[in-house]
Each structure stands twice: as C-alpha cells, then as structure tokens.
C-alpha cells in the first residue's frame, strides 16, 4: 500500500512503476489529467477536520480493506498525503494486520514525513479501529 498525494496519483509513471492496481481516492476532485484508465478508482471524497462525516471515514477504511483483502497494491491518496490518507490507511492496517492504531501511526510518521493527521481524523480512525475486528490476513502492508 502506498500513502500519497493528489500529485502522486496524476503521475501514470509513478502509477505504473509501483504496480499499483487500484487507486482509493479521498478528494472531492481528480487529479488535473484525471485517472490513468489502468487502474481502478475507488472515489471516497472525505473532509479534513473535525466536519468530516464518519460514516464517510468508514466507506474509505472498508474499501481501502477491501482492496488490500483482494491482493491489490493501492495507492490512497488525499490532497497532500498528510491527513486524510494516512488516517484511512492506518486504519485499514489495524484492520488487516492485527495491530494497534498507535504502531501504525508511528510508522507511518517513519516512511512519510509528511504525515500529519488532524486529531479529529486520529479520533475517528481510533474509534473505527476498535470496531471492526482484526481480519489477520498475515498480508503486509507498508504505509510507502
């Protein structure tokens, strides 16, 4: 799995050279030059902060897991790569790999500088993680 930007997405290079199947996009827009049609999109636009709808948060998480379940490599993308990805994608790690929200937040502080989730984010990400039970797939995911 990798966490990035709306940037990241609109380059069919970075895309390609990943082998990234499956993009779970989390803006309200696509990237300018839109989607490459080689990959799937999976559209859960989510608002940064505390206005952001929960039962959005938990679309993204379940589509994000679903993909992961599937064998996909996914790139989930926000605006910057800062909040609402890595806040959907630490989620869906709790979820597929058994482990505590805190871990994954930390790792992904280690692979993405960047990372910086708005506390209502981490706040609903907590709570989402302790709602679904772990799925334990043994499938490794790294937050890149």
Do not use: Y
């Not at 199947?21 to 309200?28: G, K, M, N, Q």
């Not at 940064?48 to 992961?68: I, K, Y």
């Not at 989620?91 to 708005?118: G, M, N, Y």
């Amino acid at each position: 799995m990798f966490v990035g930007t709306i940037e990241d997405a609109d380059r069919g290079a970075f895309l390609e050279n990943h082998g990234i199947e499956t993009v779970v996009s989390l803006t309200h827009s696509p990237p300018d030059t839109g989607f490459p049609e080689t990959v799937s999109v999976r559209q859960v636009p989510l608002t940064d902060g505390p206005q952001n709808d929960r039962s959005q948060f938990e679309t993204a998480v379940d589509t994000l897991v679903s993909a992961l379940e599937s064998g996909e490599t996914v790139l989930v993308h926000c605006s910057r790569g800062a909040s609402r990805s890595p806040s959907v994608a630490a989620t869906a790690l709790v979820i597929v790999q058994d482990t505590s929200i805190e871990q994954v937040f930390e790792q992904a502080a280690d692979h993405r500088k960047a990372c910086d989730p708005h506390e209502a984010l981490v706040r609903q990400a907590v709570a989402a993680g302790r709602q679904w039970p772990s799925t334990r797939s043994g499938r490794n995911c790294w937050l890149n």
